[in-house]
């Protein structure tokens, strides 16, 4: 059965701050009042709003999206499961830490969900009690190369936002890197990830968790967000009670020659907000190229996915679109899970 939710019906002043702080979050030390300042309003009325959009399920959290692999390890994998056995599936996937995102698609493989922990000897023992406990083998599904990371969810034109809307750190072409991450460092994306105190001075309680002064706690978020690191900083919204509810997983089987080709111009399309490179797993599955495209009605989002196929041309072999059908958990990556 597809979730039913309701939705959240914004006033322009929460409109614009959902518009206009999914990314650029102030790196002072009162950033709710330089928002205010833009914003024409006070901090107090500032804050007021978040935790509104906080009670009705909109706002997630203020904090970081992080670039796959930069910090710990993650994996995106699938399982195939019969129809009358995917609640309780998903309930066995969703008592793993490590699991921050479980979502049922429409296609056979249909309950896909994104690990996120320590180190991939974490992620496989995780994987390894799923598969245990459901008796159910799981695809393994890592990321080879990222286009395009984001989540940000422009409210304008049915979320279609100029190409300019995507953040730089976001939407450049980068392989997969080791950075070079200190303790501090780890700790600092660990909190980000589960979201700055909606509070006038939320850097303070940020620097206390990580045992460092908030001069200091600001200086590293921003060298964070300046090497790509964190490819977001700022609102962290939630897709379905904005009215975004079809939403689609597209995959594209690409010959390897073509696929980085490909992946850039998908990742410019203002309304795909992840776009990367994973494995084939023959003969279960064959797309080595997946994007994310959020719409409010399924015919929109087909027609933006087959935009894209037509973009592909004779470059693309096959393809399929595996809309969303219920979410079991959002949330934001434990870098620490074990």
Request: hydrophobic letters at 45%.
């Amino acid at each position: 059965m597809t979730e039913m939710l309701a939705t959240a019906v914004l006033t322009r002043e929460e409109l614009s701050l959902v518009d206009n702080w999914q990314r650029g979050f102030p790196l002072v030390p009162r950033p709710f009042s330089a928002i205010g300042a833009r914003e024409g309003i006070g901090e107090a009325r500032v804050l007021d709003i978040l935790r509104r959009l906080a009670r009705l399920g909109v706002l997630s959290r203020v904090g970081a999206t992080l670039r796959p692999n930069t910090a710990g390890a993650s994996m995106l994998a699938a399982m195939q499961v019969s129809p009358e056995r995917l609640e309780a599936v998903a309930e066995i996937v969703n008592r793993e830490p490590a699991v921050n995102h479980n979502y049922e698609r429409e296609h056979a493989i249909n309950l896909w969900f994104v690990l996120t922990g320590a180190d991939h000897a974490v992620l496989d023992a995780a994987l390894a009690r799923i598969r245990a406990a459901s008796g159910i083998d799981v695809l393994e599904l890592p990321l080879e190369r990222s286009y395009h990371i984001d989540l940000g969810f422009p409210l304008a034109a049915d979320g279609v936002a100029g190409a300019g809307w995507k953040s730089p750190s976001s939407r450049a072409y980068c392989p997969a890197a080791a950075w070079t991450l200190d303790a501090a460092d780890q700790r600092l994306l660990e909190l980000l990830a589960e979201g700055l105190a909606l509070v006038p001075e939320p850097f303070g309680p940020l620097a206390e968790a990580a045992a460092i002064t908030e001069d200091e706690a600001l200086d590293r978020v921003g060298r964070l967000v300046a090497t790509g690191v964190v490819t977001r900083l700022g609102l962290i919204v939630r897709h379905r009670p904005l009215g975004y509810r079809a939403n689609a997983m597209a995959v594209w089987d690409i010959a390897d020659g073509e696929v980085d080709a490909i992946g850039r111009d998908f990742a410019a399309a203002p309304y795909v907000t992840l776009c990367y490179r994973r494995p084939r797993r023959l003969p279960d599955w064959r797309y080595n190229l997946f994007c994310m495209v959020h719409g409010r009605d399924r015919a929109a989002t087909a027609a933006k996915v087959a935009e894209l196929t037509r973009l592909a041309g004779s470059r693309q072999r096959d393809h399929a679109l595996l809309f969303s059908r219920r979410c079991f958990r959002q949330r934001g990556a434990r870098l620490t899970a074990i």
